[in-house]
């Protein structure tokens, strides 16, 4: 009763006031006991001997079974012609000779834009090779000194440091890929040059010759089919690879593919040929790839569109992470675990092997058995306690 006394010899304004106020107390209590907190779960998952298996996979296409037609690469009159039809030839054999019809001037300016080529392509790897020296010293100078005084990453030295690293780094990336560029504009002048210099066609594959189209005196150029050489026993399957992937594939590797038209069909084969000179399409450079199928069935036409997973590297029986357990911190390949003693999270630095589709080998810095986070989720909980979670970043140890 008191209180209501005192309110009511209040002024008018500090009543107002003080209701104001209570109101304000109000809602801050509600908003206080309807307040909600994050709730971290990890992902973890145990390390474990595996495999890795790494892929590069392309769209691609079934060319023509068995035939491939054969071009004049040069520029000129046919002078000797050392086949006919019927006739079994052997991969790299002698075709037929050309003598070429280009002048002198031409063959002058053929040669010399090769030669400069070929400079540009030595001067780009002499700059490769300065870039890498200033990469990896930035890299030693970042590790040594910010990395090793344990500098926290919003030090201003640790960020410059970084910086410097990661900008040399990126020029000499950015030069390696100048010099596949070089490569290319080196292998069309060497073609050129070829297409002006006389000399011998040869088989690129073993086979039959058919369709015999060339005789000694006719003329013939790049747009000329000289002949076909069938080879029955084989199919095949192109696709093109880029730039980035290229450097990846060899002769003699597995290849699976699967024909899109035919469901269920899947087809093993093996990379038979590498094209060495690049196609540039809009700036786009590709290289063309063929995997030898072998004897496939009649219902697999030419012109097909498959899907190509070429193996590109593989090992078995080695420890293994998923490939979203592998993070760089301060300039180190590291996974994370979870700190019993503050439940926050440590980063263990490890040495890495190869890198697949999924999983990661592991070389050292892990065990078998090991527990590892592999990601975390964030849900929120109303707050009905006191208790609070807590999350501490550990360092590298």
């Known amino acids: 009763m008191k ?8 002024s008018k304004r500090n009543k107002t006031l003080l209701i104001v106020g209570l109101v304000i107390i109000i809602i801050l209590i509600n908003q206080t006991a309807e ?3 994050k709730k971290i779960t990890y992902k973890r998952e145990l ?4 495999k890795v298996v790494s892929t590069v996979s392309e769209t691609g296409e079934i060319l023509t079974t068995g035939k491939v037609n054969i071009n004049s690469t040069i520029t000129g009159m046919v002078e000797d012609v050392y086949i006919k039809n019927g006739d079994i030839v052997k991969n790299g054999q002698s075709l037929f000779k050309v003598k070429s019809t280009a002048s002198q001037a031409e063959k002058t300016t053929a040669y010399s834009t ?3 080529a070929k400079n540009a392509l030595e001067s780009a790897k002499s700059v490769q090779h300065s870039l890498q020296s200033t990469s990896f010293s930035a890299n030693q100078k970042f590790i040594n000194d910010a990395v090793a005084r344990d500098l926290l990453e919003n030090d201003p030295t640790y960020i410059q440091q970084r910086a410097d690293w990661l900008a040399a780094e990126a020029n000499y990336l950015n030069q390696v890929q100048i010099i596949k560029k070089a490569q290319v504009a080196l292998n069309a002048a060497w073609l050129n040059y070829q297409a002006v210099t006389s000399g011998t066609i040869k088989a690129p594959i073993k086979g039959t010759i058919a369709n015999l189209a060339v005789s000694i005196g006719q003329e013939v150029n790049s747009n000329t089919i000289a002949l076909m050489i069938r080879n029955d026993s084989n199919s095949w399957a ?6 980035s992937d290229i450097s990846n594939i060899e002769v003699g590797q597995k290849a699976t593919v699967l024909i899109d038209a035919l469901k269920g ?8 040929r590498v ?5 540039d399409t809009s700036g786009i450079i590709t290289y063309g790839v063929y995997i030898n199928l072998g004897q496939v069935e009649k219902k697999i036409k030419a012109g097909m569109t498959v899907q190509i997973d070429i193996e590109t590297k593989r090992v078995e029986n080695v420890l293994v992470v998923s490939n979203s357990a592998v993070k760089t911190y301060q300039g180190e390949k590291t996974v994370q675990v ?8 440590l980063y263990i630095p490890v040495k890495i092997g190869i890198v697949g589709d999924s999983k990661t080998e592991i070389l050292n810095g892990i065990s078998e058995g090991d527990e590892i986070i592999i990601g975390q989720t964030t849900s929120s909980t109303k707050n009905s306690s006191d208790k609070k979670g807590m999350f501490t970043m550990g360092r590298v140890k």
């Open 338 to 345: 979870l700190d019993k003693e503050s439940g926050g999270l």
């Open 114 to 116: 090769y030669l400069g």
């Open 47 to 50: 390390v474990k001997k595996g």
């Open 3 to 10: 209180i209501i006394k005192k309110f009511k010899k209040l």
């Open 265 to 272: 069909i899947e087809i093993e084969g093996t990379v038979d």
């Open 35 to 37: 307040k909600k907190e």
């Open 275 to 279: 094209d060495d000179i690049g196609t």
């Open 238 to 243: 192109k696709l093109a690879v880029s730039e």
